[in-house]
């Protein structure tokens, strides 16, 4: 083969062997998005016991349901104990912040957003919407009470 061929093979074969590699790395990055919840359900809590909390971020105010039980803009939690925080919205997009922990998820219409919560001090711990959803948004102010 003359040369010229030979390292046009070579540029060819080498920026498809680039991409194959970016390629992996997305398809394994995307893959670990996907189940972050799944992973993160089997491997940093464990097998442990934990409650489920149902947000709705809802114009203009948090629901919460626990077991069956709703709360408007207040919940009630064990400090210590393990929580999983399902959020979603109802209406337009809301974003649910917990201002004493920095956590913060969005809330979308149609999307169950995974929270494990777990709270060692008691005491209250302030909910806002971090995201502009209308003009009652500066309402949607909540709370979590840790309980001891
Ligand atoms: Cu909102």
Same mark, same amino acid.
Request: with cysteine.
């Given at each position: 083969? +003359? ?11 080498? *920026?498809? *062997?680039?991409?194959?590699?970016? *390629?992996?790395?997305?398809?394994? !990055? ?13 491997? *940093? ?22 077991? /069956? ?28 912040? #917990? ?10 219409? !149609? ?7 777990? #709270? ?6 302030? #909910?806002?919407?971090? +995201?502009?959803? /209308? ?14």
């Amino acid at each position: 083969m +003359e040369r010229g061929r030979l390292l046009e093979m070579a540029t060819i074969f080498g *920026a498809a *062997a680039v991409l194959g590699v970016l *390629a992996y790395v997305a398809a394994v !990055g995307l893959y670990e998005i996907d189940n972050y919840g799944k992973a993160a359900e089997k491997t *940093a809590f464990g097998a442990g016991e934990y409650t489920t909390v149902r947000v709705y971020a809802v114009q203009y105010r948090w629901v919460f349901d626990v077991n /069956g039980t709703r709360t408007i803009n207040e919940v009630k939690i064990k400090a210590g104990r393990l929580y999983r925080f399902e959020v979603t919205s109802v209406d337009v997009v809301h974003s649910f912040y #917990i201002r004493e922990l920095g956590y913060k998820y969005d809330a979308i219409p !149609g999307q169950w957003y995974v929270m494990w919560v777990k #709270i060692d001090r008691p005491g209250t711990y302030h #909910i806002l919407c971090a +995201e502009f959803c /209308g003009a009652g948004h500066y309402l949607m102010v909540g709370k979590i009470v840790v309980e001891p």
